[in-house]
């Protein structure tokens, strides 16, 4: 599949000032702080769907693609996202990120007839030495950075604790799948639909601030943002440089690697014991 084109095209049906679009899609994506970091519902809806309003009204095609992403915004909302390794959890989560996915992927190619939302798998391109450099940097970074933050703040224990073999092939799973979720919503969905209106910047911006809210309510808290705001924005540079989910998909899940092998540690420390890092725990 090709990648996401970054050209901006012209907009004819804009009836507003240009400055509405950007507040329609502040708006939008502005909301998933109250939606996700926040959890002030149902006022987060407010700003949700005042700003496709507005982006309909300055650029009918921007409101449309806001909906999309509002569509899928809307849909994660409507379960709890705290990391729970229970079944009926684990069916939310997979029928409600699955839907999130789905839902404005086919609206967008099938009744709108767009091709904005693409899953570039393969790119016919070969990984470049600065790639494979950069995938060695982020297992380098993920390795020092990611136990001082989950032991020394506690967020680890906003997971489940971890002992048994059962729960931590769970985790396995679950960390793993919400992973891979991460990069077909925020990247191939919300990024490339605001791509196509916005420079590269603006819309990677906005992007990390859906991306990282999400990661906030999932148990990404403390000073998290320190380490999630980053790695959701050069995320959103990566693939607008490889144009390849495949690439991208392989840095976050070697970066979530290291994360599962964090919380187990964290909750069971006599597995995983590698990380130089790691502060002693006061329980």
């Not at 809806?45 to 095609?61: E, K, M, N, S, T």
């Not at 224990?157 to 931590?168: A, F, K, L, M, S």
Request: neutral net charge; contains cysteine.
């Amino acid at each position: 599949m090709t990648a996401t084109a970054d050209v901006l095209p012209a907009r004819p049906d804009a009836s507003l000032p240009a400055v509405w679009r950007w507040v329609g899609a502040a708006l939008v994506c502005g909301s998933a702080v109250l939606l996700f970091a926040l959890h002030v519902r149902p006022l987060a809806y407010l700003p949700l769907v005042v700003g496709i309003v507005v982006a309909w009204a300055a650029d009918r095609v921007l409101g449309r693609d806001l909906l999309l992403i509002g569509t899928g915004m809307g849909i994660v909302s409507t379960i709890p996202l705290g990391a729970d390794l229970s079944d009926a959890s684990m069916l939310r989560f997979t029928i409600a990120l699955g839907l999130a996915v789905v839902i404005p992927y086919v609206l967008s190619r099938h009744v709108l007839g767009d091709d904005v939302i693409r899953f570039p798998w393969r790119t016919g391109r070969r990984w470049t030495r600065t790639q494979w450099a950069y995938l060695i940097g982020v297992q380098a970074a993920g390795y020092l950075l990611l136990p001082y933050y989950f032991l020394s703040s506690g967020a680890y224990r906003n997971w489940p604790t971890v002992v048994e073999g059962q729960e931590v092939a769970r985790l396995f799973v679950g960390v793993n799948a919400v992973g891979t979720w991460d990069e077909l919503f925020f990247v191939c969905t919300v990024f490339a639909l605001l791509r196509r209106h916005f420079p590269l910047w603006a819309a990677n911006v906005l992007q990390a601030v859906v991306f990282v809210s999400f990661l906030w309510e999932l148990g990404y808290r403390e000073w998290g943002p320190l380490l999630t705001i980053p790695f959701a924005l050069i995320q959103g540079f990566t693939f607008s440089l490889t144009k390849s989910l495949t690439y991208v998909l392989v840095v976050h899940l070697l970066f979530d690697a290291v994360v599962f092998m964090v919380l187990v540690h964290a909750h069971t420390p006599e597995l995983f014991d590698i990380f130089v890092t790691a502060p002693a725990r006061a329980g």
